[in-house]
């Protein structure tokens, strides 16, 4: 080939040379870096302000790194708050309702999505519809009922309201409308129940649309504060979202950097559990499309 191309046969092609040298090329990767680096900045003033001491926290001007590291403002977090509790509190939170609403929302969607009755669609309008409702005009009544069941200050009066999700049934439906009717017809004809085409053939072929809508109820019960704050009365049965507000100071001032430190330690278990999980999903999406 090299003999062909000085001959003049074959012309002599300098793409890879070229493409390297491409000025679009740099421009792309500068605009991304920038792009990466404001999305980032958030978090980076979020870590070097939790190891800051006081002095420099409420510094002027401000700088971005600490002159001086410090763990006092981690050491004040246990100290001022039962925060082993907290951060057990909110995984039995946002995992029992992660649990049962993935328990109850696949349900309800298989029915609406595989099921033929009368009366789905006026159930399934109903469903939508109550997405329109803001939840803050059904707290009131809810607390009024998990009051009256002597439900406040448990783990049942924080999940059991959040046990089924309108979304996350619209969400399964949609994703159950998606798979073949052949697998369940041919369940059926070798003698499968209900259930068993629901588990054994639906389940299995849904697990990436599972695992997003456990990743988003997760994380959104995790980081609910509205919601742990109305029931619960008792510092023991909060969660770290609602713990972090009993963080204050001298004259009712907020220490900035100790509301880092617990903000970093509240970020840090949604951080290792997403790093668990990604390569499953991401395996699961995989699979799922060469099938």
Excluded: C
């Amino acid at each position: 080939m090299t003999a062909l191309a000085r001959s003049g046969v074959l012309p002599v092609t300098r793409t890879h040379s070229r493409h390297r040298g491409d000025p679009m090329r740099w421009v792309f990767f500068a605009v991304l870096l920038a792009v990466t680096f404001a999305i980032m900045l958030p978090v980076l003033i979020i870590v070097f302000t939790a190891f800051k001491p006081a002095s420099e926290v409420n510094a002027f001007p401000p700088t971005l790194f600490p002159h001086q590291w410090t763990l006092a403002n981690f050491e004040a977090i246990f100290s001022e708050l039962p925060f082993g509790r907290l951060i057990l509190n909110s995984f039995g939170f946002a995992g029992g309702v992660t649990v049962f609403a993935l328990v109850f929302d696949s349900l309800a969607a298989y029915a609406l999505a595989r099921l033929d009755f009368r009366g789905s669609r006026i159930l399934l309008i109903v469903i939508i519809a109550s997405l329109m409702i803001p939840f803050q005009a059904t707290l009131i009544p809810i607390y009024q009922l998990v009051s009256q069941l002597g439900w406040v200050n448990t783990f049942a009066g924080l999940i059991a309201p959040r046990a089924a999700d309108a979304f996350g049934i619209f969400f399964l439906r949609q994703f159950f409308l998606s798979l073949p009717r052949d697998l369940d017809n041919a369940a059926r004809i070798d003698g499968a129940s209900e259930w068993r085409v629901f588990r054994s053939v639906v389940l299995p072929n849904a697990v990436p649309a599972l695992l997003t809508l456990g990743i988003f109820l997760f994380v959104n019960n995790w980081n609910d504060l509205l919601w742990p704050l109305v029931f619960t009365t008792d510092q023991n049965m909060g969660t770290i979202t609602s713990g972090l507000t009993l963080l204050t100071g001298p004259g009712g001032i907020i220490p900035q950097g100790v509301m880092m430190a617990g903000a970093l330690m509240a970020v840090l278990p949604l951080a290792i559990l997403f790093l668990l999980v990604q390569r499953r999903f991401i395996e699961s999406v995989a699979t799922s499309g060469l099938k």
